[in-house]
């Protein structure tokens, strides 16, 4: 099972959790998100009417750390069990995935876990990010999101006119150029026979 799909179920476990439950149990369900190995989503939470309604605000600061935030903000938090100093760890990394100083870590916490997939390229230093399991949005990223996808589906959409506009352009140069060449085909022997015409035209009034 790929990570997306257990995101969703992880996603739908605990949504259906909060949606059941308030004070001391909810706030025991954003620990167990925060610190399952697995579960990387949490937003959804924060959505959920009860979570805003019933939870303690430093519940609430720790569940937006950990939908948005990265380990630069922690120390401004009630001290975290080890699970979930690693996921903010890994969190991070989704965030920065940029970075060559985090090599193991980013195998074995990260790229094993399949958050993230790449090359670790020694010689450059670097490590090349193919995949990154996305993080949540931050309220008004989604009409900023599907903006600049309109944009980049607008621009698609005019380069396909345009490459179609030159494949049909091609055709008919290449149609034309054709039949020239089976025109030209046809007329030699034409003006062949009419040479042969002229000759023995020439050779019957000469006897």
Avoid at 33 to 50: D, Y
Avoid at 62 to 76: D, I, Q
Avoid at 159 to 167: A, D, E, F, N, Y
Avoid at 173 to 185: I, L, P, T
């Amino acid at each position: 099972m790929d990570i997306e799909q257990k995101q969703v179920e992880h996603i739908d476990y605990f949504v259906k959790q909060a949606l059941n439950l308030s004070g001391s149990a909810l706030q025991n369900v954003v620990v167990e998100a925060t610190s399952h190995p697995s579960h990387f989503a949490l937003s959804e939470i924060l959505s959920v009417p009860s979570t805003l309604e019933f939870m303690c605000s430093a519940f609430l600061d720790l569940l937006r750390m950990f939908a948005h935030g990265t380990w630069s903000v922690a120390s401004r938090l009630p001290q975290l069990v080890p699970e979930q100093i690693l996921k903010l760890n890994q969190l991070t990394v989704l965030t920065l995935a940029d970075t060559n100083k985090l090599e193991d870590f980013l195998i074995n916490d990260c790229m094993y876990v399949g958050i993230v997939r790449g090359k670790l390229d020694q010689l450059r230093k670097c490590f090349e990010v193919q995949f990154a399991a996305g993080r949540d949005l931050r309220p008004g990223q989604l009409g900023r999101m599907i903006q600049t996808l309109a944009s980049w589906l607008s621009t698609s959409d005019n380069l396909l006119v345009s490459i179609q506009g030159k494949i049909k352009w091609a055709d008919n140069m290449s149609r034309q150029e054709a039949q020239k060449e089976v025109d030209e085909r046809v007329e030699e022997p034409n003006h062949v026979t009419l040479h042969h015409r002229q000759i023995v035209l020439l050779n019957l009034w000469l006897i």
